[in-house]
């Protein structure tokens, strides 16, 4: 299975970007890593599951997002779709069509520093499958 990052603008230069592609390059040695930043996010069309990311959404613990994804990795998905949006959220009928939303916080961050949190976590939830000491 792929995990693809699809994020509303450019991630910033500087700490930023050095951060989510830390994370992205330890991602990656347990799943393929995908990232699409655009001005204008679209839900793909390719086959996969759709999460989009969204105050409004469930709330995960740690231990929680590892069990979400354990659950798509054993599944038959070539793909997992994370969709962040930028400063002013997501067009309705984006937010419409994804039904599966989860939420990283109650607050409200800035769209880059979601990205280093998303990244972050989902890194967090491979160390918690593979028993690895990162998450202690």
Not at 25 to 31: E, G, L
Not at 115 to 135: C, D, G, K, T, W
Request: proline letters at 5%; aromatic letters at 10%; glycine letters at 6%.
């Amino acid at each position: 299975m792929k995990l693809v990052f699809c994020l509303a603008g450019k991630t910033e230069r500087g700490p930023v970007g050095e951060l989510v592609d830390d994370y992205r390059k330890r991602i990656s040695r347990y799943a393929p890593v995908e990232i699409i930043e655009a001005k204008t996010l679209k839900i793909q069309s390719r086959e996969g599951v759709h999460v989009l990311l969204s105050p409004a959404g469930r709330a995960l613990t740690s231990k929680g997002l590892a069990s979400f994804l354990s659950d798509i990795l054993n599944s038959s998905a070539k793909h997992l779709f994370f969709y962040v949006g930028g400063p002013t959220g997501f067009d309705p009928e984006m937010e419409k069509a994804i039904p599966e939303k989860i939420s990283l916080s109650a607050m409200t961050f800035s769209h880059q520093i979601i990205r280093i949190m998303l990244f972050e976590q989902v890194y967090r939830a491979f160390s918690i499958l593979n028993n690895e000491p990162y998450h202690k």
